[in-house]
């Protein structure tokens, strides 16, 4: 499983579109180094100073721009070069006028700082770029210049085309390159990881058909015995209480203990099958008329069947005529996994409430027990669906998988657990379910 997350969020597209981004930004970088140096040098050849000492201010603000990407201050470099960029573009036109093509820049600027802002930053790009747009028009739209009085002629602004036009083809033109190569990156990665995780479904699908193997070794191979050897002890164990002689004290502990091992494994396999059946979506919600004298009679019989070992009385009060809507054997296992919990923390001829009332379009049903309750800690624990277990009060080992599975059955049921209880006073545990 955890092979299978990694492989998961290593296909992430944002994630290597973050990557490539970097990527292009250093490789920009150096491109950004080299257009300043050179267009530096030939401007000062052509006698164009100032022109010539812009341009080779990019040179130094490319290396520390570097320099903070090296160390990490990422965001910092990037919003610094292409904001520089920007500026050395802009005082061009503002020298050269529009007419020399040095605008022409800007399409490629728009795209690189779309390409280089992604992931978390993409934000930032979607401003730089607003940004960069914003001062687009305004030099398209200003009559301002700060040269210094040279008159554009015909041969100055071919001359400018000349070494403008191309540059910022090559630059359009190696970013689209880039981008496809981003793309193809991408989708051979993502083919990779399709593959791997195709190798990884058929594994998880088969240790799923394992532990499906397992659960139906456990319901028949295992449940069935153990039911066997529960009733052939209570069997042997009624058998010496019938007897003329008094039972030995130690061979009545035995008989009880072993009963109540048999009990407990017992609940412990029902509770893991159903629990495992709901992991794997194998139970669905199917909701149905139940009649409330069906679930008395079911009632009946799981009380009378957990009487005994503690002379529990129970008081079991449901309406003869109503009904509810509900999903017959999951609300069966919520009212046996209820009643046994009300059993197990109740101490030797306890009481047990089992109530069911009418409130306008629904039916609270309420188990309530007069046992030891439940710590006010560990009662915010339990509703806040922490996991928790303890001994019973005859000692019965607690699993913790019965009031987990009463919560995941009535969320199936649109409804919820409610819990109110005084240490020393004892618990009541209530849900609500539609009326039919």
């Known amino acids: 499983m955890k092979k299978f997350m990694e492989t998961a969020h290593s296909i992430n597209s944002i994630d290597l ?62 919003v610094l070069n292409l904001s520089f960029v920007i500026i050395i573009i802009s005082l061009h036109s503002l020298i050269r006028s529009p007419q020399s093509m040095i605008l022409a820049f800007f399409i490629p600027v728009i795209v690189s700082i779309l390409i280089v802002f992604q992931g978390e930053t993409r934000r930032i790009g979607y401003f730089l770029t607003f940004f960069v747009i914003i001062v687009f ?93 529960k009733a052939g002890l209570e069997m042997l164990y009624e058998d010496e209480l019938d007897t003329i002689e008094e039972i030995n004290p130690r ?28 992991q794997t979506s194998q139970i669905n919600c199917e909701t149905e008329i139940n009649s409330l004298e069906e679930i008395e009679e079911i009632l009946i019989d799981y009380c009378g069947f957990h009487s005994g070992a503690k002379n529990i009385t129970f008081n079991i009060d449901i309406p003869k005529k109503g009904s509810v809507l509900s999903d017959k054997k999951l609300l069966n296992g919520i009212l046996l996994n209820l009643i046994s919990n009300a059993v197990k923390f109740s101490n030797t001829n306890g009481h047990i409430d089992v109530l069911a009332k009418h409130n306008e379009n629904q039916w609270t049903f309420s188990i309530a027990d007069n046992g030891i309750g439940i710590e006010k800690e560990v009662l915010e624990r339990i509703q806040n669906g ?14 913790g998988l019965g009031l987990q599975l009463v919560r995941e059955f009535l969320d199936k049921h649109d409804s919820n657990l409610k819990i109110t209880s005084e240490v020393g006073k004892g618990t009541t545990m209530s849900f609500n379910l539609s009326a039919a």
Do not use: C
Not at 389 to 397: A, I, W
């Open 17 to 78: 579109l973050a990557q490539s981004g970097n990527r292009f930004y250093k490789a920009s970088l150096i491109l950004v180094a080299i257009y300043g140096f050179f267009f530096s040098v030939l401007d000062f050849t052509l006698g164009d100073h100032l022109q010539s000492a812009i341009n080779i201010t990019l040179v130094p603000v490319a290396l520390i721009s570097y320099l903070l990407f090296k160390a990490g201050n990422t965001i910092t470099s990037k």
């Open 137 to 229: 028009v305004l030099l398209i739209t200003t009559k301002y210049s700060i040269n210094d009085g040279t008159i554009l002629t015909a041969d100055l602004i071919r001359r400018e085309w000349m070494m403008n036009l191309p540059g910022a083809l090559v630059v359009t033109i190696w970013e689209v390159i880039f981008i496809l190569s981003i793309n193809n990156s991408i989708q051979n990665e993502l083919l990779a990881k399709t593959h791997d995780l195709s190798k990884i479904n058929d594994s998880l699908n088969s240790i799923i058909k394992t532990r499906e193997k397992l659960i139906s070794i456990l319901s028949h191979d295992f449940r069935g015995p153990v039911i066997s050897i």
């Open 251 to 278: 061979k009545k502990k035995i008989y009880t203990e072993l009963i109540k091992k048999t009990k407990s494994t017992i609940k412990l396999m029902d509770d893991l099958l159903l629990w495992s059946r709901s």
């Open 386 to 399: 922490q996991y928790y277990t303890s001994n019973g009060t005859d000692n019965e080992r607690g699993h």
